[in-house]
């Protein structure tokens, strides 16, 4: 990375706030980090944890000396965040987020925004199903794609900036519309962990198979939807109030898709049922293939008998 940040200050200690913390000093990104969090408790962990610099409960005092300021909150609360830090923003500061959504939540941050304060939203596509300042590591973004989205007439030297700081952390930066970001991952992350929401909830509620059951015969697949449907409550159901239109536009697709699939069973097309899953797997080899998985069996789980080791 070209310039080391002054101070960085990362709003919201949880996994992704987290991580950017830790990257932040193992990188060698910012001379200073600073955490904010409105929870004693979590601000506890990130000073035994030794993560940040400082770590404070007052908005106002976090963010006056910074540079770059991160928001890593759920989606639903970056607006009422940004409003209430932008008086003490210094000039020139970056914001930037780390939110799932761009179109609803750029416009809900923008607007507290003071014209000396350029706005840069990034969203790195890299998480896991945990939450909180324990679960977080640096290497969470190496070669994860971070996607800017940012706001057409934004200062360049801004966008720079907040670009050579994600590639700091090890990821590789891409730049789109709010628009197309949302519908990029309404189809890639919100509809998949609908899925997963959904299936999960529906074996939950079964009478003709019991719990105990959908449990210990859990490895014939559904167990790797378990997954996915440990992830965080709140941060979950901010990204489907606030990417409304995109997920409900790509579910209608997926219906669609589904209801010809639940033909294709009745009427005992094996053919359409080959042809699709011949054309999904080449999906999942090209993820392998541009390094966004690994392709051990078993999604690299370690085997039960090496674990006793
Ligand atoms: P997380 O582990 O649950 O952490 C969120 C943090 O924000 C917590 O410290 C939480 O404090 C704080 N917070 C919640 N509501 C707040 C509010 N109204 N005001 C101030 N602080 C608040 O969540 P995360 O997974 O790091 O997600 C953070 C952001 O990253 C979200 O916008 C999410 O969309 C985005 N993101 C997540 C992933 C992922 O896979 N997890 C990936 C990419 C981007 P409390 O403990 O008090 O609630």
Same mark, same amino acid.
């Given at each position: 990375m070209g310039t080391v940040l002054h101070t960085v200050a990362i709003v919201g200690l949880g996994l992704i706030g987290s991580s950017i913390a830790r990257g932040a000093r193992t990188y060698g990104l910012a001379d200073r980090v600073v955490a904010v969090d409105r929870d004693e408790a979590v601000l506890d962990r990130v000073r035994a944890l030794g993560i940040a610099d400082l770590a404070t409960s007052s908005l106002a005092d976090g963010v006056t000396e910074a540079d770059l300021v991160i928001?890593?909150?759920?989606?639903?609360?970056? /607006? &009422? =965040? @940004?409003?209430?830090? !932008?008086?003490?923003?210094?000039? *020139? #500061? +970056?914001?930037?987020?780390?939110?799932?959504?761009?179109?609803?939540?750029?416009?809900?941050?923008?607007?507290?925004?003071?014209?000396?304060?350029?706005?840069?939203?990034?969203?790195?596509?890299?998480?896991?199903?945990?939450?909180?300042?324990?679960?977080?590591?640096?290497?969470?973004?190496?070669?994860?794609?971070?996607?800017?989205?940012?706001?057409?007439?934004?200062?360049? /030297? &801004? =966008? @720079?900036?907040?670009? !050579?700081?994600?590639?700091?952390? *090890? #990821? +590789?930066?891409?730049?789109?519309?709010?628009?197309?970001?949302?519908?990029?991952?309404?189809?890639?992350?919100?509809?998949?962990?609908?899925?997963?929401?959904?299936?999960?909830?529906?074996?939950?509620?079964?009478?003709?198979?019991?719990?105990?059951?959908?449990?210990?015969?859990?490895?014939?697949?559904?167990?790797?939807?378990?997954?996915?449907?440990a992830s965080d409550p709140t941060m979950w159901r901010d990204v489907f109030l606030t990417n409304k239109e995109a997920v409900l536009e790509m579910l209608g697709r997926f219906n669609e898709d589904l209801s010809a699939l639940t033909k294709a069973i009745r009427w005992g097309d094996g053919d359409a049922l080959f042809e699709l899953f011949t054309r999904t797997r080449a999906i999942r080899k090209g993820i392998v293939a541009m390094g966004q998985e690994t392709a051990e069996p078993d999604f690299g789980r370690a085997r039960l008998d090496a674990k006793s080791d």
């Open positions: 928001l890593c909150v759920p989606v639903g609360a970056i /607006g &009422a =965040v @940004a409003a209430e830090l !932008a008086p003490h923003l210094k000039p *020139g #500061a +970056i914001l930037s987020d780390v939110g799932s959504v761009k179109g609803s939540v750029v416009a809900a941050a923008a607007s507290h925004l003071k014209p000396e304060n350029p706005f840069v939203p990034a969203h790195p596509v890299a998480g896991t199903e945990y939450s909180g300042p324990d679960s977080g590591f640096a290497t969470l973004f190496q070669n994860r794609w971070c996607i800017i989205t940012p706001p057409e007439g934004v200062d360049d /030297g &801004a =966008v @720079a900036t907040v670009t !050579a700081f994600w590639e700091g952390l *090890g #990821a +590789i930066v891409e730049t789109m519309t709010p628009e197309h970001h949302d519908l990029v991952l309404a189809i890639t992350s919100h509809v998949p962990h609908l899925i997963a929401y959904n299936i999960v909830g529906t074996a939950a509620d079964l009478e003709t198979v019991t719990q105990s059951e959908v449990i210990k015969f859990s490895a014939g697949g559904f167990r790797d939807f378990t997954r996915i449907a």
